[in-house]
C-alpha cells in the first residue's frame, strides 16, 4: 500500500491561515490502513485545527468527510454537492489523491494534509517500511522475491557492494543490506545460480525515467 | 468506559474543545489490565494528544494518566487533589476564555 504521515500541523495551519471554512477529506485507502489520512486522523487533524484557531480568536468551520478513495472519480464525485461551500480542501489522501482532487475541483484549492512516503507494507502495529519503487519492470522472480530496487540503498542490479558489512548497509546499521538479504533468500530456495546470473543494465524507461506514465487498457475501456 | 484502552485521541481532544481546563486518566495499574494491554495503548495516546496539545501551543500538563487499583480510594482522592491543584495553577485554558468571550461578548 502506500504508506503517508501527518504532516506538521503548523505547516497545515499556514496553508489555511486566510480560511474560514474548510473541508477536511480523508481516504479509506491505503492512508486509513497506515493510520495517516483515515476517519479517525480528520477527526482528530479537525480537533487540532479548530483547538489552534479558537486559541488564536480566529474560529473556523470545518465538515469532516472520508471518502471510499480518492484515486477513483465516482468516489470524488460525491463532494460535489457541497464542495462549493467551503474555502478550501484539506485532503489526507496519498498525493495521488490529493491531486485527484484538485484535478476534479478547480475553482477550489485543495491542500495536501500528509507526506506521501512509499509504496510498503505493515510489518508490525505502528511500523511501515518501504518494499518498491515501482519501477515497472518487476525482476522479484530473479532475487528471491526481495527487491534490489527498493532494498537496496544504492538500487544495484548486481549486489552486493564493499558498504555490506555482517547483513547491514554502510548507510545506517539498522538498515539490512538488501543484497545479502537476496543471497540468504536465494540459499534457502536452494536456487543460489540465480545469484550468480548477472543482470543487464535495466530499461529506467519504464520507471520515472520515462516521464509520468499512464496505462492504457483497451479491453476495459469505455 | 469499561478500560482506559477504549479512550482514544478524539475523545481526549473533544473534552478540551469543549473547554475544560484538564483531563486526566486514571487505569487500572500497568501490568494489571484485565484485556492486557488497554492501560499501556491509553498511556501511549495521552502521550500523543500531549503532543498535540503542545504543538498549537496549549499547556500539555492538562492532561494526565494515572494507574491504580480499585481499591486505592485514598490514593484516588490525592489524585484527584494532585490534578486539581495543578490546573488551578496553570489557571482557565484558552479555549474556555474564548468561548466564554464569544458566549458573552460584553
Given amino acids: 500500500m502506500i504508506i503517508g504521515e501527518g504532516k506538521p500541523i503548523q505547516e497545515i495551519l499556514a496553508m489555511i491561515a486566510d480560511k474560514k471554512k474548510i473541508l477536511v477529506v480523508g481516504c479509506k485507502g491505503c492512508v486509513t490502513v497506515c493510520s495517516a489520512g483515515g476517519q479517525k486522523e480528520v477527526e482528530i487533524l479537525s480537533s487540532t485545527i479548530r483547538l489552534a484557531r479558537e486559541k488564536e480568536d480566529n474560529p473556523i468551520e470545518i465538515r469532516e468527510e472520508t471518502l471510499e478513495r480518492q484515486c477513483d472519480p465516482e468516489y470524488l464525485e460525491q463532494m460535489r454537492s457541497y464542495i462549493d461551500d467551503y474555502e478550501a480542501v484539506v485532503s489526507l489522501a496519498c498525493g495521488a489523491g490529493v491531486q485527484f482532487t484538485a484535478e476534479k475541483y478547480r475553482r477550489i484549492p485543495v491542500y495536501p494534509g500528509i507526506n506521501t512516503n512509499f509504496i510498503g507494507v505493515t510489518v508490525e502495529q505502528g511500523v511501515w517500511s518501504e518494499r518498491c519503487q515501482a519501477c515497472g519492470s518487476c525482476i522479484l522472480h530473479k532475487t528471491g522475491g526481495i527487491c534490489p530496487i527498493a532494498r537496496c540503498s544504492k538500487s544495484l542490479l548486481n549486489g552486493p557492494c564493499g558498504g555490506s558489512s555482517k547483513g547491514k548497509c554502510e548507510i545506517d546499521p539498522d538498515v539490512e543490506c538488501g543484497w545479502q538479504l537476496i543471497y540468504d533468500r536465494l540459499r534457502e530456495l536452494e536456487s543460489l545460480e540465480l545469484f550468480e546470473e548477472v543482470v543487464p543494465i535495466k530499461d529506467w524507461s519504464t520507471g520515472r525515467d520515462g516521464g509520468p506514465r499512464r496505462i492504457i487498457r483497451e479491453d476495459l475501456k469505455s | ?106
Avoid at chain 2, 481526549?12 to 495499574?29: K, N, Q, S, T
Avoid at chain 2, 496549549?58 to 495543578?86: D, P
Fill in chain 2, 1 to 106: 468506559m469499561p478500560c482506559t484502552g477504549k479512550v482514544d485521541v478524539i475523545h481526549m481532544l473533544r473534552a478540551f474543545e469543549a473547554g475544560v481546563d484538564g483531563v486526566y486518566l486514571v487505569g487500572c495499574e500497568e501490568g494489571n489490565c484485565h484485556f492486557l494491554v488497554g492501560n499501556l495503548r491509553a498511556r501511549k495516546r495521552v502521550e500523543r494528544v500531549k503532543k498535540i496539545l503542545s504543538s498549537i501551543g496549549l499547556e500539555s500538563e492538562r492532561l494526565q494518566m494515572y494507574n491504580l487499583s480499585a481499591g486505592e480510594g485514598t490514593r484516588f482522592v490525592e489524585i484527584a487533589k494532585e490534578m486539581t491543584e495543578k490546573i488551578k495553577n496553570l489557571g482557565p485554558s484558552a479555549i474556555k476564555l474564548k468561548k466564554e468571550k464569544l458566549e458573552n461578548p460584553a
